[in-house]
């Protein structure tokens, strides 16, 4: 659920390496799921979705995981960038309402 | 395409006073409207939806209120402002997909 009182996750990866994010949603009947990204002093941005009729799906340098049995959602990242430094969300939507997850903000060293 | 303009994008204001953020958008009729609150390191709120001109839902209760004027134009507001209501408030709007567009922002800070 939305974690709008608490400090957010974070996670530290040395650029080059490959990061994974986790979200995990509460719906069983959200049936699309987006990952948005949101760089600093701006609105979030979407980065890739996935339908729950599918457990995986690609794009460039991102994939994302879907595991509908214990509701859980990853982001890959591969070979971070320190442009990859932002705040992740997840979101789960369900009848056209989105919820979000809790953000983990990513931090790319260099 | 759908273009979000927020404004102002920053704004100082002592508690107490009037607050009014705009939010107005491209390229879509009719389009369901969003006002999020984010506070600093903190995840996505939402406050308010409107699916059409002077409908208003809110989801929490707040010093907050909003209103729809226009079918692309989205207002929130407050009479009196709380050190609270301090945060980044974005503006959005979805696609027939669910995907939400957002707004760059207006960052509020109340002293």
């Known amino acids: 659920g939305e974690s709008v009182g608490l400090h957010l996750p974070t996670l530290s990866v040395q650029e080059g390496d490959n990061s994974i994010i986790n979200c995990a949603y509460s719906n069983s009947a959200s049936d699309y799921f987006i990952w948005y990204k949101q760089e600093s002093g701006k609105g979030p941005q979407f980065i890739i979705d996935?339908?729950?009729?599918?457990d995986k799906r690609q794009g460039q340098r991102v994939t994302v995981l879907l595991n509908k049995t214990v509701k859980h959602l990853s982001l890959q990242i591969a070979a971070t960038q320190p442009g990859d430094s932002a705040v992740y969300f997840c979101?789960?939507?369900?009848?056209?309402?989105?919820?979000f997850g809790d953000g983990t903000t990513l931090t790319v060293k260099p | 395409s759908q273009t979000i303009h927020q404004w102002p994008a920053t704004l100082v204001q002592p508690v107490g006073s009037p607050l009014s953020l705009e939010c107005t958008v491209e390229?879509?009729?009719?389009?369901?409207l969003y006002w999020y609150r984010q506070a600093a390191g903190r995840g996505l709120q939402l406050l308010f939806y409107?699916?059409?001109?002077?409908?208003i839902s809110s989801e929490v209760p707040q010093n907050l209120s909003a209103s729809r004027p226009q079918d692309r134009q989205f207002i929130l507001s407050s009479k009196k402002l709380l050190l609270s209501d301090s945060g980044f408030y974005l503006c959005?709007?979805?696609?027939?997909?669910?995907?939400?567009?957002f707004g760059e922002g207006s960052r509020l800070t109340v002293l």
């Open positions: 390229g879509t009729s009719n389009p369901n």
């Open positions: 979101a789960e939507i369900n009848a056209g309402k989105s919820t």
């Open positions: 996935i339908r729950s009729n599918m």
């Open positions: 409107s699916v059409g001109i002077g409908q």
């Open positions: 959005a709007q979805d696609s027939n997909t669910g995907e939400l567009f």
